[in-house]
């Protein structure tokens, strides 16, 4: 079901690996839509030459040397896992 | 001195009475520990404490470093080992930081104690607090309104006393406009000026802490702890930091400052914009230059913002998957539902409409229409910075064109909410540093509400808007005042 703009909430929910109530989808239709509307206004800009923005100021190709330090042991990494055993994260089964 | 006398202070002045040894930074912790338990119940501005951390700290404190033995709070988004880090969501319930953020280690290497972690809107998405998953901070001058956000934690802890100083962090306006609402200060300072290595990311290219203080020259403190490139940040900037609190002075003779008219519209509070007029007339009186400026693509700034800051969300919090860390829903058939389920029930309203406008606006067929389009125009506000920073070193505005609103009144329009941040917003989509200092007062219902004023100033330009903001903080009383829960009285 969708609104008053292109977005299908419940579709771009799946997609973003969200699961929606109906309802939920429905209330989150009519804000969105309300928010592309007020968005629309950006299409009264004249963009023409303009670069996109990436950073605001002038900073590229930051470059380090590829040097090892201490980090993270396996341990300390896994010290908030929801489930884990022999150093690993367990899941559930993905391939069968 | 009295407890409630001792949390009264500035970070400066505390940092003379330790040197001193009129206090000691363990009574300190205790006279913070019991001003928390007096007040927090109302006020709800932190999320956890550790004390005995703390206080063990404290007992090998060295007084002489920069913040030596100073207790800072921190917004439950920034890393600090040990402690919880929620962003106060369910979906990082018993999530411990296995790592200090940068800011942390920079904070503890010039003294100061990581003390307590302080309320936000889930993951830093909104302007009220009341997007926190586990509980709404109030402000502390009417306890029936909010403390604005997402830094409300931080604000409203500085605000009453519960902090001497606190880190926020400002994606859009999360630090100035709680430390309007509150009456406190806000720094946000130039995008990569600060690192962001430990700070849970919410708008990459947004993104930065900052401090929320009671006077300017607190805020100046925090920045020479804080400020300066870091490795591990590879936006961080690598630029020296200057001594921000050397710079600090009175006279703004011969200092320009431009009043954009696109920021005077309808939608301001009458008594904000009387307080704003107020103050340019007190920094003309200064000595400052006043001089109207235009920045045209203002309008658009809410538009872009809401654009740029929910792809890149989008992206980032693609992370919290029920996998590596946090909450996970219970028994998944597979791993689709596990995913599916887990963000459900992990994440409340807000960041599920985020993610889901974020996902749209960059997926295939509405990327040119809506984020590449958002940012060009993302440029065109650069641009129009630039152009009036050749003219002027700062910017004044209302930091927010309302004193705070009460609890509830913006939730259900998330629009309105999204407008609460019209004058910050600009200032992260261009770079720029910016900062909210109290300039008086608004009366509704019988309560005095703060009112902030924005001054916005060039990238890496911080100690000149700091000066500024200092000189006209010690020309006004406005950040003497305290609110009614500061007072002594048991309850407000």
Redesign the interface.
Known sequence: MTGTS??D?AY?????????TAD?AK??QR??D???K??E???Q?D?TG????????P?FN?F?ADTPGDW?TAE??L?????QANGL?I????VE | MTGNEVTAVSIADLQSLLRRREVSSREVINALRERIEAVDGDLGAYLSLDIESAIKEAEQANVDLPLGGIPIAIKDIINVIGQPCTCASKILT???A??DATVVQKLRAAGAIPFGKTNLDEFAMGSSTENSAVKSTRNPWDLSRVPGGSSGGSAAAVAADEAFGALGSDTGGSIRQPAALCGVVGLKP???RVSRFGLVAFAS?LDQVGPLTKTVRDAALIMNAIAGHD?QD??S?NEPAPDYVASLGNDLRGVRLGVPKEYMIEGIDPQVRAAIDAAVKQFNSLGAEILEVSLP?T??A???Y??IATAEA?ANL?RF????????AEN??????????T??EG?G?EV??R???G??VL?SG?YDA?Y?????????I?RDFDRVFEKIDALISPTSPVAAFKLGERVA???QM?LADIFTIAAN????CGISVPCGFAELDGHRLPIGLQLLGK?LDEARILQIAHAYEQSTDWHKARPPVASNSPKA
């Open positions: 292109d977005l909430v771009v929910a799946r997609l973003a690996r969200i699961n929606l939920e209330i989150f804000q969105l309300n928010v592309l007020y968005a206004k950006l299409r800009v963009v303009v670069e996109a923005a990436a950073h605001v100021l900073v930051v380090r993270f300390r990494a010290s908030n896992a929801p489930r994260f899941v559930p089964k993905v | 018993g999530y411990r296995p790592y130039t995008y990569g290219s490795p590879s936006t900037l693509s309008e658009y809410v538009a872009v809401y654009i989008s693609a998957d029920g996998v590596r860390y946090g909450y996970r998944p058939k597979d791993v689709l539902d596990l995913y599916g389920r963000r459900e994440f309203p599920k409409r993610i889901i406008l996902t749209y997926s509405y809506y590449l389009r958002a940012q060009k125009v993302r440029e065109l650069r329009d998330p629009l999204y989509l261009a770079g720029i990238p």
